[in-house]
């Protein structure tokens, strides 16, 4: 790219040398993770594309190295999506953990519908509770 006068190469670049990019998957590899997870805070309001609604957003995650499962949260116009990503041959039981995460979720959706029934009966309103928390989950 050009920026102040003078041409500079991308990060990108350094990866065109084999023994940089053996060096860094090298490094990838040996390290002891195993999973990966990012939660992020997607708009509050559509998005549009083309003039058409944008109707989910999934986040997914690549996996490298040594990692067998990813983990992805986003919301987006007040719905929470979430994404699993898993290599298949090492994490071969990922409905349970899919099932894990949609039970967990239920169990937030009860006990926020409870505190919200509870505060329009007393009429005491308690902490904040923002939205609703649809339980779409996908595997891959």
Known sequence: ???KGRTRNPPTFLFRFGILRRLVLRAIVGQR?????????GPRHPLYLGGARVLDLYPML?????????VGAISYAGS????????????????????????????????TSR??????RTGQPGA???GNLPLPIIGG
């Open 1 to 3: 790219t050009f920026r």
């Open 33 to 41: 993770v195993n999973v990966t997870s990012a939660s992020l805070i």
């Open 62 to 70: 690549n996996l490298i190295g040594n990692q067998t499962i990813g």
């Open 80 to 111: 929470l999506e979430i994404c699993i990503t898993a290599d298949g041959g090492a994490v071969p039981d990922v409905e349970v953990v899919m099932a894990g995460i949609r039970d967990e979720l239920e169990a937030l959706r009860m006990t």
């Open 115 to 120: 505190r919200r029934a509870e505060d329009a």
């Open 128 to 130: 904040p509770i923002r």
